[in-house]
């Protein structure tokens, strides 16, 4: 499932919360996951942690807009 | 109270000087062995230093070779080693032999020194190996017929001792060997299996949350499984680097948590076709870059669940470097310098070795050491992309490879000559086809 939002900093304030949660060692583990783009440019996407939740759009996946079709 | 009138200045050894003096009344001269400092303070007559601490034990003050200063007990003695060092392991180059020290006396604890030697005949003209000073020592291509030893020194403000263990017998050549020992000078290679005698690091860095960290390695030569589920501890382990057995340092690491290939699940090591390896639910590893790929090969052993990804790459963009593709129809595509080589071959749902060639002017698509498909393309290096596992992240950070790999071995040089060999090499080992 995926959290999505047009705000970029919602889904890196996400990410933040799950590292801080987690309490990844800042070493070999950094980050929960990356922020993907829609080709639209509008909008943001982030894998969701089974165990954290954010007051953002659910998705239950990614529809294929938002992967480029031309190289496939 | 005897009186020492004389005792050698230097270099005083407990049980082997003698100091000569004589009684208090000046009438009888003995000879004394010296047995402790405290002894040498008790008889000799020379102004010595001696130190009291708070709770009344004395110290001896005494200066070591170097300028420094001790204050040591009065029964300090010094270092003497009481058995031989003995080296154990299997006499041949890519084995690692150990050494126990042998047992010392000495008060203060003696420091030990270990040092590895390297000699022609196992008699004469022992050399230093350098930077060998552990406790043990992996064997190399200059030791082959040669033999070893090991020189314990301790030491201790009063001197040192020095003993030497038996001689190896002769080191014979590499009783592994691996597909890098075969064909060497890989630009990179990554696998659950050793694929070089002289390979001493680890398989992977894996962790379980994110928090924790550990190295698994090999045991005969294949990837301790062992070790892998003890850490894992019943969970899952999450491949956060898998290094490089090339010798060129070009690991492929991930540090973001959600994009790590598992290779443990549920407490049991994930395999295909009954040997370890990495699952990659949408995970990537990426490496460096710095390659320079005009000829070059890749060979990877994979197992695709999917349609559409980016299993390997080294591109900065759609139309440079290359990668290996897995296409919408479900077929096998090396994408060469923009050039599209697709095969009929269905690399998914079963493990597959691909095999990706460019030399000259032809690029080449291989599966299961077949050729698949072949085309002209026009090789340019593209240095600054980087090498990738699962995905192509600078062409589409979505597509990302959705099955397991076992191997991916790439060398940037032409590979023509030794293509079946490597393959060979890479299906005896897996089975694939």
Not at chain 1, 48 to 71: C, Q
Not at chain 2, 67 to 90: E, F, H, K, M
Not at chain 2, 203 to 217: F, Y
Not at chain 2, 267 to 286: C, E, H, R
Request: with cysteine; hydrophobic share 35%.
């Amino acid at each position: 499932m995926y959290y999505t939002s047009t705000n970029k900093a919602d889904l890196e304030a996400y990410n933040k919360k799950v590292v801080w949660s987690e309490n990844y060692d800042g070493v070999y583990t950094t980050d929960w996951a990356q922020v993907i783009e829609h080709p639209n440019g509008v909008d943001f996407a982030m894998l969701k942690h089974v165990n954290y939740g954010a007051e953002l759009t659910l998705l239950e996946t990614l529809s294929e807009d938002w992967f480029p079709g031309d190289i496939i | 109270m005897a009186r020492i009138s004389s005792y050698p200045q230097d270099n005083l050894v407990e049980g082997t000087d003698k100091l000569i003096g004589t009684n208090e009344d000046g009438d009888v001269t003995k000879t004394y062995t010296l047995t402790s400092l405290g002894e040498w303070l008790k008889y000799n007559t020379q102004p010595i230093a001696t130190l009291t601490s708070a709770d009344g034990t004395q110290f001896i003050v005494a200066a070591a070779n170097d300028g420094t200063i001790q204050g040591i007990p009065l029964d300090s003695v010094a270092p003497s080693i009481t058995s031989l060092p003995v080296i154990t392991g299997t006499l041949n180059v890519g084995e690692t032999l150990t050494v126990a020290p042998g047992a010392f006396t000495g008060i203060p604890a003696p420091t030990t020194v270990l040092q590895w030697q390297r000699s022609d005949d196992g008699l004469t003209g022992w050399s230093d190996i350098a930077g060998a000073t552990s406790t043990s020592y992996l064997l190399g291509l200059l030791d082959e017929d040669k033999y070893i030893r090991v020189q314990q020194t301790e030491e201790n403000i009063l001197g040192t001792a020095t003993a030497n263990s038996v001689s190896t017998g002769q080191i014979q050549p590499a009783a592994f060997i691996g597909l890098l020992d075969e064909y060497p000078n890989a630009a990179g290679a990554y696998s659950l299996r050793k694929l070089r005698a002289l390979y001493s690091g680890y398989a992977i860095r894996v962790t379980t949350n994110g928090t924790d960290s550990g190295n698994i390695g090999f045991v005969n030569n294949e990837l301790d499984t062992a070790s892998l589920e003890a850490f894992a501890n019943g969970g899952n382990a999450y491949v956060s680097t898998w290094y490089d057995q090339s010798g060129n340092g070009k690991d492929v690491s991930q540090s973001t948590f959600s994009k790590m290939p598992i290779i443990v699940l549920n407490g049991s090591t994930i395999s295909d076709n009954l040997k370890p390896a990495l699952d990659f639910q949408l995970a990537t590893l990426v490496g460096t870059s710095g390659y320079s790929f005009t000829d070059f090969a890749a060979f990877s052993v994979l197992n695709s669940d999917t349609s559409i990804a980016y299993p390997v790459s080294c591109q900065t963009n759609n139309n440079t470097g290359w990668r290996q593709h897995i296409t919408g129809n479900q077929a096998f595509r090396s994408r060469l310098f923009g050039v599209n080589i697709d095969t009929s071959n269905t690399p998914t749902l079963v493990q597959n070795l691909l095999g990706t060639l460019s030399y000259g002017t032809n690029g080449y698509t291989y599966v299961n050491g077949v050729l698949g498909a072949s085309a002209s393309v026009t090789p340019s290096q593209d240095i600054n992309a980087n090498f990738e596992i699962g995905g192509s992240e600078s062409v589409n950070s979505t597509l990302l490879y959705d099955g397991r790999f076992q191997e991916v071995v790439v060398y940037d040089s032409d590979q023509s000559t030794n293509r079946t060999g490597i393959e060979t090499n890479i299906n005896n080992f897996y089975n694939i086809y």
